[in-house]
């Protein structure tokens, strides 16, 4: 069964550190990949997406993600965090007509 | 503002209740998604809707139902509710039903379900 697996349930940083949060997916065949982002109160915003080309897709506010097909990973990136960031982030795999999310992330940002 | 409209914001019922979740796409779109998003089990994607029709199935319980009207809205309805049951219900349309490239979803705000 296909599974999405977000490593940190929570991420504490200060401005300015670099970010990186884990997403690895079990599936074998071919996937489309999704970061999305929820600030608080608010819905869920598309960051980025990979379906095929480039493994290193950017997206808003600054953020990457990178594909790495070997290691089912599709982590996400960002040089240098601001408070703004403090959201929860979810890793989304899309393949055989379903979509499945990680759990997400919790991100919050020390001013 | 995604464009997608969700309704109630907030609703509070009881165990054994049943209740119904409106969503208005955003114009032009032909899909609309459900999505449950609870502690335990994170965001899951219930199911699809494609210009009237069911076109895809996830993790949908027998007690809760969906449809979607000509004018592309969409109602699930939920039935018999647990308090298991509780959790933020989402919305999301797009403007194709198929699974893949260009097929970006945008998601409404959510509906909080209490169930007490």
């Known amino acids: 069964a296909q599974s999405v697996s977000q490593h940190n349930h929570h991420v504490i940083l200060s401005e300015a550190a670099s970010l990186e949060l884990g997403c690895n997916y079990s599936y074998g065949g071919t996937v489309n990949l999704f970061w999305y982002v929820q600030y608080p109160g608010q819905h869920l915003q598309l960051l980025l997406k990979y379906f095929s080309g480039d493994p290193l897709v950017k997206g808003i506010k600054g953020f990457e993600a990178e594909f790495i097909k070997s290691k089912f990973s599709f982590n996400l990136r960002k040089p240098s965090v601001q408070w703004s960031d403090t959201a929860e982030y979810f890793c989304a795999v899309n393949a055989d007509d379903k979509i499945i999310f990680g759990k997400g992330t919790r991100l919050h940002i020390l001013p | ?116």
């Open chain 2, 1 to 116: 503002d995604s464009g997608v409209t969700q309704t109630p914001k907030h609703l509070i019922t009881a165990t054994g209740q049943r209740v119904t979740l409106r969503c208005s796409p955003r114009s032009g779109d032909l899909s609309v998604y459900w999505y449950q998003q609870s502690l335990d089990q994170g965001l899951q994607f219930l199911i699809q809707y494609y210009n009237g029709e069911e076109r895809a199935k996830g993790n949908i319980l027998e007690r809760f139902s969906a449809q979607q009207f000509p004018d592309l809205h969409s109602e699930l309805n939920l039935s018999s509710l647990e308090l298991g049951d509780s959790a933020l219900y989402f919305c999301a349309s797009s403007v194709s039903g198929a699974w893949g490239e260009g097929n970006i979803q945008y998601f409404g705000a959510g509906t909080r379900l209490s169930v007490l």
